[in-house]
């Protein structure tokens, strides 16, 4: 199964967990292997005790990892904007800018957007 992993998954982060088990399984170091995978060692140690823990789950990311959106409570104020400025987001930008003093870029709207279905 790991095998499949490494070779199908279309995610980076599990295949390169996959390979570092398999290469693990195949007597390599934590030394050898953090060389191999231009990764920590601590990171391949994690890696290991979430495999004995969680096995095949602990290949993904978790959830939550990343920048959060500044956006977060503002969807109604800015659904209500698309509505006025006839979904001009330069407009909704400048609006959001003046109004709440944050500042982003376009395509962070437009992944916002996205994400919350607006």
Same mark, same amino acid.
């Given at each position: 199964m790991l095998t499949q992993i490494h070779k199908n998954s279309a995610n980076e982060t #599990?295949?390169?967990?996959?390979?570092?088990?398999?290469? #693990?399984h195949q007597k390599y170091t934590i030394i050898e292997l953090s060389k191999l995978l231009d990764t920590s060692r601590r990171s391949i140690e994690r890696w290991f005790n979430s495999w004995e823990e969680n096995k095949y789950d602990s290949l993904k990311i978790a959830k939550g990892r990343g920048v959060k959106t500044k956006l977060k409570g503002l969807e109604k104020e800015i659904a209500k904007e698309l509505e006025h400025h006839s979904k001009n987001l330069k407009n909704v930008l400048e609006y959001i800018e003046k109004e709440h003093s944050i500042k982003f870029c376009k395509k962070t709207l437009q992944n916002f957007l996205k994400d919350t279905g607006l």
């Amino acid at each position: 199964m790991l095998t499949q992993i490494h070779k199908n998954s279309a995610n980076e982060t #599990s295949r390169k967990r996959s390979n570092c088990l398999l290469l #693990s399984h195949q007597k390599y170091t934590i030394i050898e292997l953090s060389k191999l995978l231009d990764t920590s060692r601590r990171s391949i140690e994690r890696w290991f005790n979430s495999w004995e823990e969680n096995k095949y789950d602990s290949l993904k990311i978790a959830k939550g990892r990343g920048v959060k959106t500044k956006l977060k409570g503002l969807e109604k104020e800015i659904a209500k904007e698309l509505e006025h400025h006839s979904k001009n987001l330069k407009n909704v930008l400048e609006y959001i800018e003046k109004e709440h003093s944050i500042k982003f870029c376009k395509k962070t709207l437009q992944n916002f957007l996205k994400d919350t279905g607006l």
